[in-house]
């Protein structure tokens, strides 16, 4: 098969693959999850065929010798079917992430994702390359001096797509190795409206995001359970994504859990990541561990005479939801009641994993909101404390640390350690995370927190 030809099957597959996701995406058609995971791995083979081809083509017309060439193009071929193994291997349901090398699974997770960028957007470049050249040329004098430098600058172009990702992998690798393990202990106080004065000095420690499974296993919850404990919180509690996709890894995982300690309780919600395999299965094999989850729920707990209410939200994607699909407004309804019932007789504390959920949440009138889910927005260019530039940014409106307010609150920006937050209106903690599902953070560094009221 030549290449024009190859080119124009992967173009087609690639067509296919969107189409097939976009039917099932807008309910034309009905998979199971399995079927659609499925599709969009048979999409990433797809992609690595078309970089796997084109960075062929670039070796057969860069190296001019052909032992060389010989040698590059085969070294490329067991390269690519290295990474390409494993994507087979999770088509037909074999492949148990958690019992590969950390190392092996940073590689091949940080690959795909990156060409999962980099052919789409070279795709682009490509094109639009393609019609300048042909202004240029039109343009250009009778010697073709400009279609010349720009057919150079193309070609420089396709050098670097081809060698760009292999960098990126083996900076990020190396990255993500170092960085493994690395969790930062935060101790911060924070002062909410309506604290009663016999609940201040209650410390809290607040953990979320393990994603036990492909990065993160059970050992690696084992520490950060012995470094809660060395906190010596009142309370702990747990805002979702203790499993990252797969429900082999939970008796190990709640066996670490259960370890965490406190005088007044733990108390855990569910993250997007743990409804993945089978999420009714881990409601009932974590409330059968004995411990406290919280779906849409509250539990009051008595403090020195006073009544603290905690209450914990189900996941939701959206502000606004459905019957079948409920949003942040649904779930906070169902757990705080309407806004019009929002006069608390008691302090109120809610636990929930999407940080969104706190705009619901704050026109209740509940005082602290603690969450997760963005990760301290992963891959940041701006450090904790300064403007939010960077992944977390485009998808979130709260990424890490205090906010303040309530319908669309301000963030207090550049909190450090022990520094005391107070305010008059509802107070959000977004929680950075102690694992990953992607194997690099950026400016966003894993921790842990204990907070204190005051």
């Known amino acids: 098969m030549n290449a024009s030809l190859l080119r124009s099957f992967l173009f087609g597959a690639f067509v296919s693959v969107v189409a097939l996701l976009t039917l099932a995406a807008t309910g034309v058609v009905h998979w199971a999850r399995p079927g659609v995971f499925r599709v969009i791995l048979a999409g990433i083979v797809v992609l690595n065929l078309a970089w796997w081809l084109r960075a062929d083509l670039r070796i057969r017309t860069a190296v001019g010798a052909a032992r060389a ?183 190990e995982t709640i066996d670490a859990l259960k370890g965490l300690r406190s005088r007044y309780g733990l108390y855990l919600v569910l993250g997007n990541h743990d409804l993945i395999d089978d999420g009714e299965a881990l409601v009932d094999f974590v409330r059968g561990a004995g411990l ?54 008691a302090f109120r504390i809610a636990l929930v994993h999407h940080p969104h959920a706190f705009d619901a949440l704050a026109r209740r009138k509940v005082a602290l909101t603690l969450s997760g889910h963005t990760h301290g927005g992963q891959l940041m260019l701006t450090p904790p404390g300064y403007p939010e530039w960077g992944a977390g940014s485009l998808l979130f409106r709260y990424i890490r640390g205090f906010y303040t307010g309530s319908g669309r609150p301000q963030a207090v920006r550049g909190v450090p350690d022990r520094e005391v937050v107070r305010s008059d209106e509802p107070v959000l903690f977004v929680n950075s995370g102690v694992g990953n599902w992607f194997p690099v953070r950026v400016n966003a560094p894993a921790e842990i927190v204990q907070l204190r009221l005051c």
């Open 69 to 251: 060439r010989r040698w590059a193009r085969g070294g490329l071929a067991v390269y690519m079917t290295a990474v390409l193994l494993p994507l087979a291997w999770m088509i037909q349901g074999s492949l148990n992430w958690h019992h590969m090398p950390t190392a092996t699974v940073m590689w091949v997770q940080m690959w795909h994702m990156l060409i999962v960028l980099v052919v789409p957007i070279g795709a682009v470049l490509a094109t639009c390359g393609w019609f300048l050249a042909q202004g240029f040329g039109r343009r250009a004098g009778a010697d073709g001096s400009a279609s010349q430098v720009d057919r150079s600058r193309r070609a420089l172009l396709q050098k670097a797509l081809v060698v760009a990702p292999m960098t990126l992998v083996g900076a990020g690798l190396a990255a993500g190795y170092l960085q493994k393990g690395r969790i930062l202990k935060r101790r911060l106080s924070v002062r909410p409206p309506g604290l009663p004065d016999r609940l201040r000095g209650l410390t809290i420690t607040h953990l979320s995001d393990f994603h036990v499974g492909r990065l993160v296993q059970a050992d690696d919850v084992r520490r950060a359970v012995d470094q809660a404990n060395r906190l010596d919180s009142d309370i702990v509690v747990v805002t979702g994504d203790i499993v990252d996709h797969s429900n082999e890894v939970l008796p």
């Open 292 to 345: 406290s989850l919280l779906l849409n729920e509250r539990r009051d707990v008595r403090i020195g005479g006073e009544r603290l209410v905690i209450g914990g939200l189900m996941w939701a994607r959206r502000d606004h939801g459905s019957a079948w699909f409920p949003g942040h407004e649904e779930q906070a309804r169902a757990t705080f009641g309407s806004e019009e019932e929002a006069s608390p007789d």
